[in-house]
Structures are given as structure tokens and as C-alpha cells.
């Protein structure tokens, strides 16, 4: 159903968190029948001295999985080179190994 909403609360594990570190939360979606990735979304924390971090967002999954991006920083050695949905100029790297299910 692509109108259901999700409402999900992330607690810090570990309070107060790290002023010089950069926060994120990232966001994985795969297709619900073979398990394949479709896509991934990155949206910063940008006050993590709060308590409390409220993010509202309406995800939108590409009609087609993203290809993998030619080169990552750091580089990607077992595993494919992707960019987020939303944060084109950033790459991560998709880990290769699979296990049964």
C-alpha cells in the first residue's frame, strides 16, 4: 500500500552524544517480494544536543533501482558504490555478501 504511514521513534543509546560528530539517519528500501535494494535516503541529525529529533519526510521510491556509481569515497572494495535518492554528491558503499535466509 503506497499510502500507508509509518510513524517509528529511534532512541538515542547513548546520551549526551558526541558534539564533534556528524549524526545521520539512513533509510534502506528493498522490494517486499524479492528482497532486492531499491534505493537509500540519508537525512542529517542537525541538532544532536536535543533530546529529541522529530523527522517528518514522504519517502519516494524511484520506479527503478538506482545503478551503481562508477567511484565512492572512500573506496568500495567487496561490495557496489551507490549515491542517496536525496544526496546525489554523497556515496556509499553496498556490501556484496549475501546469506541464506
Known amino acids: 500500500n503506497c499510502d500507508a504511514k509509518f510513524d517509528v521513534y529511534l532512541v538515542y543509546s547513548v546520551r549526551p552524544k558526541n558534539p564533534l560528530k556528524n549524526y545521520s539517519v539512513i533509510i534502506d528500501a528493498f522490494n517486499k517480494l524479492t528482497l532486492k535494494y531499491r534505493a537509500s535516503w540519508i ?8 533530546p529529541v529529533h522529530r523527522l517528518a519526510i514522504r519517502l519516494i521510491v524511484p520506479p527503478s533501482t538506482f545503478g551503481p556509481h562508477k ?3 572512500p ?4 561490495g557496489q558504490c551507490f549515491t542517496y535518492v536525496n544526496d546525489q554528491s554523497s556515496t556509499f ?8 535466509i
Open 43 to 50: 537525512f542529517p541529525v542537525r541538532f544532536p544536543f536535543l
Open 71 to 73: 567511484s565512492c569515497t
Open 75 to 78: 573506496s568500495c572494495i567487496h
Open 93 to 100: 558503499c553496498r556490501c556484496e555478501w549475501n546469506a541464506p
